[in-house]
């Protein structure tokens, strides 16, 4: 019974997610300063963890009866895990990331409830749009980077743009992923190329007008490297195994994405420490699937 539910979180993402709220510790300039306490970095941790494993977990309860005739082999469909069992996960997922924050600060805790909110919104009604769908699956990772900006609260407002760096490039993979089963569509392919590049090109600029370039360069090139490549292959040919691969690919790869934003930021050990995270998260995606 307990593998069935761990399935429903899909643990490879959950170690993206924590990632985020570091990348956005890092913007916060927490990770620079020498009294930064353990105890925030652990309770927002464990809220987005908390916040990410009860969203997805939203997703399959709320998709059980079309997984039943397309991926009939997940936990809900298949009988392992009854939609009322998941439905009590996904709730206590979610109360355990909302408090979590709370534990923090104020902020903290407001936007844990802002993203339990869109990514419910998203589950139920966001992923039926064919643009809504895309910006509301972004907007949650986007409030997930302010989540780690949080850690100090006065950073927020002066930062809280960023949050639309990952709103882009999530809502492209959203887009891509809707190919996965029929296959793909090449338009929305090369437009996720596009908005891939523009988030590079907005990480280096900022780490430039930081005098840290030469520092993020190196999770740059790795991370342009990790999702053009399988997202090229889903170009030339749009079936849904290919399309799959360009959105694992995506959605693992937000760990060096995240890794720069450190180097930007904060430092290159420090950075090396996020990324450090990615092989977590790949042996876990063997293990569980990622979309």
Known sequence: MI?????????????TAVSDVLAGMAIAGYLNLADAAPVPVGWLCLSTVGLYGGGVVFNDVFDADLDAIERPERPIPSG???RSSATMLGLALLLIGIVSAFMVNQMAGLLAISIAVASLVYDRFGKHHNWLGPINMGLC????LLL????LPEQVQPWVWVGLVPVAYI???????????????GRTLRLAGLLYAGVIGVIAAIAQSRQQLGTAFPFLLIFGYLIFGPLWRAVREPVGRNIGMAVKAGVLSLIVMNGAWVAAF???PFALLVVCL???SR???RAFAVT
């Open 148 to 151: 780690g900006i949080s850690i």
């Open 266 to 268: 904060a430092s290159f």
């Open 283 to 285: 042996l876990l995606a």
């Open 80 to 82: 392992q895990v009854s």
């Open 278 to 280: 990615m092989p977590l």
């Open 141 to 144: 990772r986007g409030l997930n």
């Open 3 to 15: 593998l069935p539910l761990l399935r429903l979180t899909r643990p490879a993402n959950l170690v």
């Open 171 to 185: 809502a492209a993979i959203t887009a891509i992923s809707r190919g996965e089963v029929h296959g793909g569509d």
